[in-house]
């Protein structure tokens, strides 16, 4: 079982002392930096100049260089794209690291893949929200928050936990609760759900749908409406109530067809090819192609998005969300 800590669990005084260093102040950058702050923790802003330096000094905020920011934070917590961590730790943080500060990170793919490797003098720490940045900031209005993960990969001080969780109840996430994990766990299993479920498998099954429909001869804009647009309505009722509440949320023909049929096309062949995914995750060798085409200017993403941009799937999405006013 995991530990699973709530508002009642964390003392927030542990971070009374602290200066917090958001790197970035882009989603959840702004987002968390607005309820830290909220939350009575001393918060300045590490930033390029531009768009984000201009928006966190209408915020209210102290912005710096990002090497200055780390000078003077004592958690120094990187809200910045895992592509770029390597660069910015090497070029801004990493002689700004006396012993005893803090780097917090919101996801774990830079520490677990080496991009990054701090001293032993720090702590280093993950508070990772399971929302978007905008959502974690309008709940934390609301009085509530977005469930979040925290996860220590060192304790130099000897208070690294306690850390993680004055950060994570400073952004409302223990309102709800925060879940006790592991860098390699976080990263791994947010990787694999991305490839086979959250990203990859609904897109792919999404088209896949969309494209047997048209083969079969029905109306592309029909065939969108079924294979695409609905799977909101679904998934909404998933998210509120769970795969048993949907079932009973539609009618008797969709709930005999889908538990009847679903298993023959999201068959052991498909669960076979997920687990190749979990084993080249595991193994290190998606990281290493990610950060090779990364590093290589990503030519295989933007071919790839070039190809969904221009699919059929795409083309008619588009006038079928403007005709129901979804999209401008």
Same mark, same amino acid.
């Given at each position: !079982?995991?530990?699973?800590?709530?508002?009642?669990?964390?003392?927030?005084?542990?971070?009374?002392?602290?200066?917090?260093?958001?790197?970035?102040?882009?989603?959840?950058?702004?987002?968390?930096?607005?309820?830290?702050?909220?939350?009575?923790?001393?918060?300045?802003?590490?930033?390029?100049?531009?768009?984000?330096?201009?928006?966190?000094?209408?915020?209210?905020?102290?912005?710096?260089?990002?090497?200055?920011?780390?000078?003077?934070?004592?958690?120094?917590?990187?809200?910045?794209?895992?592509?770029?961590?390597?660069?910015?730790?090497?070029?801004?943080?990493?002689?700004?690291?006396?012993?005893?500060?803090?780097?917090?990170?919101?996801?774990?793919?830079?520490?677990?893949? *080496?991009?990054?490797?701090?001293?032993?003098?720090?702590?280093?720490? !993950?508070?990772?929200?399971?929302?978007?940045?905008?959502?974690? #900031?309008?709940?934390?209005?609301?009085?509530?928050?977005?469930?979040?993960?925290?996860?220590?990969?060192?304790?130099?001080?000897?208070?690294?936990?306690?850390?993680?969780?004055?950060?994570? *109840?400073?952004?409302?996430?223990?309102?709800?609760?925060?879940?006790?994990?592991?860098? @390699?766990?976080?990263?791994?299993?947010?990787?694999?759900?991305?490839?086979?479920?959250?990203?990859?498998?609904?897109?792919?099954?999404?088209?896949?749908?969309?494209?047997?429909?048209?083969?079969?001869?029905?109306?592309?804009?029909?065939?969108?409406?079924?294979?695409?647009?609905?799977?909101?309505?679904? !998934?909404?009722?998933?998210?509120?109530?769970?795969?048993?509440?949907?079932?009973?949320?539609?009618?008797?023909?969709?709930?005999?067809?889908?538990?009847?049929?679903?298993?023959?096309?999201?068959?052991?062949?498909?669960?076979?090819?997920? #687990?190749?995914?979990?084993?080249?995750?595991?193994?290190?060798?998606?990281?290493?192609?990610?950060? @090779?085409?990364?590093?290589?200017?990503?030519?295989?993403?933007? @071919?790839?998005?070039?190809?969904?941009?221009?699919?059929?799937?795409?083309?008619?999405?588009?006038?079928?969300?403007?005709?129901?006013?979804?999209?401008?």
């Amino acid at each position: !079982m995991v530990n699973i800590y709530y508002d009642q669990d964390v003392d927030l005084s542990v971070l009374k002392d602290e200066v917090i260093a958001v790197i970035g102040y882009g989603s959840q950058g702004r987002n968390q930096s607005l309820n830290l702050r909220d939350s009575g923790i001393e918060v300045i802003i590490g930033c390029r100049p531009g768009k984000s330096e201009k928006l966190a000094k209408e915020d209210g905020f102290e912005t710096y260089s990002i090497d200055e920011a780390a000078r003077r934070a004592t958690i120094i917590y990187m809200l910045i794209p895992d592509m770029v961590h390597r660069e910015v730790y090497e070029k801004y943080i990493e002689d700004n690291l006396s012993p005893g500060k803090a780097l917090c990170f919101s996801h774990g793919f830079s520490i677990h893949y *080496k991009q990054v490797e701090p001293p032993s003098s720090v702590d280093v720490i !993950m508070v990772a929200p399971k929302g978007p940045g905008p959502l974690v #900031r309008e709940n934390y209005l609301k009085g509530t928050g977005v469930p979040a993960l925290i996860a220590v990969e060192q304790d130099y001080s000897g208070k690294a936990k306690q850390r993680a969780l004055g950060i994570a *109840k400073a952004i409302g996430a223990t309102r709800v609760g925060v879940i006790e994990t592991t860098f @390699k766990d976080e990263t791994e299993s947010d990787l694999i759900g991305e490839q086979t479920v959250l990203v990859g498998g609904l897109m792919e099954l999404i088209k896949a749908g969309f494209e047997v429909l048209v083969e079969a001869g029905y109306p592309p804009e029909l065939s969108y409406f079924e294979a695409c647009n609905e799977a909101k309505l679904i !998934m909404d009722l998933i998210y509120k109530s769970g795969i048993t509440g949907m079932l009973k949320a539609v009618s008797d023909t969709a709930k005999y067809g889908g538990l009847v049929v679903g298993p023959k096309v999201i068959d052991e062949h498909v669960k076979e090819n997920m #687990r190749k995914v979990v084993e080249e995750v595991k193994s290190g060798a998606f990281a290493k192609k990610w950060i @090779k085409e990364y590093e290589n200017g990503s030519p295989t993403l933007k @071919k790839l998005m070039k190809e969904i941009e221009d699919h059929q799937l795409e083309v008619v999405g588009k006038k079928m969300r403007k005709l129901a006013g979804i999209e401008r």
